[in-house]
């Protein structure tokens, strides 16, 4: 089972508001990875979290504050959001951030964000 | 820096053909990992096929095949008896040695499979 969930499928926001995205897996990865996706581009990293740590921050905006309570579920806590922050956001997991390149990530469905 | 190339925007292919979507990559790296995604409209990105660079055989997996060349650093997928609901972008993708957490995403290729 390579199943990573993410909610909500769908988030519609207000500049002034506070929303979370949730992420999921039951696969004992011990790596998740928040992506942000703008239309027609690749995905962008934003964070990973290696052992409920996190290992990497691409120099997001403080307004995105990544949250990984257990190795299970990740965060995306949103604050602010300008109307540009609007894209498609992708949770991912790999097994670990051993070195290896074959850690393969695999990615949940994503959730459209649209913020006004 | 790590670089990956896709030259194709948009690609078609009869249904039941083969195709040939194309990736070229840039590292200075002895050790990395090629991957390819699909992502269809819904957005999920759904992983194909991986290829590491000490890998002597090209990988296969089900109607998937990756071309590695490794001297002319392309790795390039083969989709065998297209099916309509292989219509979709493809992202050719890399990892290296000590970031294997980063992923390089190319720009993507769209793939439409026609009757």
Redesign the interface.
């Known amino acids: 089972d390579t199943e990573v969930t993410q909610t909500p499928k769908h988030l519609v926001m207000g500049m002034t508001n506070k929303k979370s995205l949730k992420c999921e897996q039951h696969m004992g990865h011990r790596a998740m990875y928040w992506y942000k996706q703008k239309a027609k581009k690749p995905p962008e990293l934003m964070f990973v979290y290696s052992y409920e740590k996190l290992s990497i921050n691409e120099s997001v905006p403080s307004r995105f504050s990544p949250e990984c309570p257990n190795s299970s579920l990740l965060n995306l806590h949103l604050h602010a959001l300008q109307p540009e922050d609007s894209a498609l956001y992708l949770c991912a997991s790999s097994r670990q951030t051993s070195g290896r390149e074959e850690e393969t990530q695999y990615f949940g469905p994503g959730t459209r964000l649209l913020v006004l | 820096a790590q670089k990956i190339t896709q030259t194709q925007p948009g690609m078609f292919v009869q249904e039941k053909e083969a195709v040939t979507l194309d990736c070229t990559y840039d590292t200075s790296d002895q050790?990395?990992?090629l991957?390819w995604?699909k992502q269809p409209s819904?957005?999920?990105?759904?992983?194909l096929i991986?290829q590491?660079?000490y890998d002597e055989q090209n990988a296969t997996e089900g109607r998937y095949s990756l071309n590695f060349q490794k001297a002319r650093k392309s790795a390039n997928l083969v989709i065998s008896a297209s099916q309509l609901g292989d219509s979709a972008m493809y992202?050719c993708?890399m990892?290296?040695?000590?970031?294997?957490?980063?992923?390089t995403?190319?720009?993507?290729t769209r793939l439409q499979v026609t009757l």
């Open positions: 050790s990395y990992g991957f995604y819904s957005g999920e990105m759904i992983f991986y590491g660079s992202f993708a990892t290296y040695t000590g970031t294997a957490s980063k992923l995403f190319g720009t993507g």
